[in-house]
RNA sequence: UGAUUCUAUUGC
């Protein structure tokens, strides 16, 4: 545990023993992967104390814990940092920070590394290439990282393509529901003796967002014939498939089976499960799943919290609803941005405006920006009621915090 | 001895 690595770093300043560069690097690796990325950015400070030089490998961990918590901004100035330190960024720096840009939109950023990269003489390699080819395909830009692919291909210059080169874009595709185009690129795949379970499962999942079960089976026969295991992602997203199809029988009798395989039901599986239960009305299953989570050794997180305090609250049940919210803070859960946004919405529909606009005060207090869903919700619940003067507040609030509804 | 990229869940 994370824990025991602190005692036992503690141990060796007290024995005088010397932490070394490495020593400090796993110590902020682990720290940015709790989350704790404001102390490992302060271990820098605790290394100068020492003299150690932190090297390109520790100031590449810190911009992949920042970038990794959503702060792009704060790992650029880290990067600059490290150059005035006299560290040269290596390819796998470059690469994280085009990582972290593409999932904040900021694709232009990204670009600017690639080119930074490239006037210091670095080759961008084949992640290099996957992660730009993810960026654009999140950001609605699949042509474009078509276009990567389609060069990467023709022009061995470029790099040798892997599997996730591949999968980048049948992943883009599918989600945009280009399952022609995507079951094309497989094929492709498969010729090289690419053929892997990844692809199949984003297959799987798309022809069933599509609505094609045949094809979505046809690709499952193929997956136990090629000899592939299938894994929790197979199950979960078929399981999240046909509940959104409202065929959720099929998807509890998949859920059952999974046990057969040697898998257990992971957090995703009950979560599609009781989201749909409780969106078709059957509450009281919903609720006897979430107890069996933790028989199961499954314990429920955010997601779980939210979707059964919504199923409660769509029915009606207050009380329930705030149990749930006090057990989930007791279990040392915090709420997140949806948690927020589903009180407010269930307040708002059930007229208890007070509550609402409580709910919101206590979101804002802990940081988050409320969005266009939830000032919807509060405008509708308020209208309903009359109150005009009220409106108008929440319209100039909306406006003083730029956002627009849709 | 330490750093990067692929697939799954919640409100409308």
Redesign the pocket.
Known sequence: SFHRGKELFNEMLEKGISP???????LM?NLCKLGQWKEATAMLDGMAERGIRP????Y??LI?GLCKDGRATEAMELLTLMIEKGEEP????Y??LI?GLCKEELITDAYKILEMMIEKGKRPD??TY??LM?GLCNNGDVDEAMKFFNSILKDKSYVEP???TF??LI?GLSKEGRLDEAAKIHHKMVERSFG????Y??LI?GYLKAGNIDKAMELWKQVLDLGFIP????Y??MI?GFCKMHMVSIAKGLFSKMGARGLSP???DY??LM?TLC?EGSLEQAKRLFQEMSNAKCEPD??SF??II?GTLKAGDCQSSKDLLMDMLQMGLAP?A?TF??LI??FSKRGQLDEAKSVLGRMVACDFTP?A??YDSLLKGLSSKGETEEIINLLHQMAAEGVVLD
């Open positions: 070394n560069v490495v020593t400090y690097t796993c690796h090297d390109v490998v520790a590449t961990g992949d290596s390819n796998i720096t690469n994280i990582n084949v992640v996957n992660t993810k892997d599997v996730m999968n980048m992943q892997n379970l990844v692809s499962n984003i999942g894994d929790s992602f197979t979960s997203i999240d992971t957090l995703f979560n599609t989201a969106k955010v997601v939210n979707t919504d997140d949806l946004s589903t919405n269930r969005d869903f939830i």
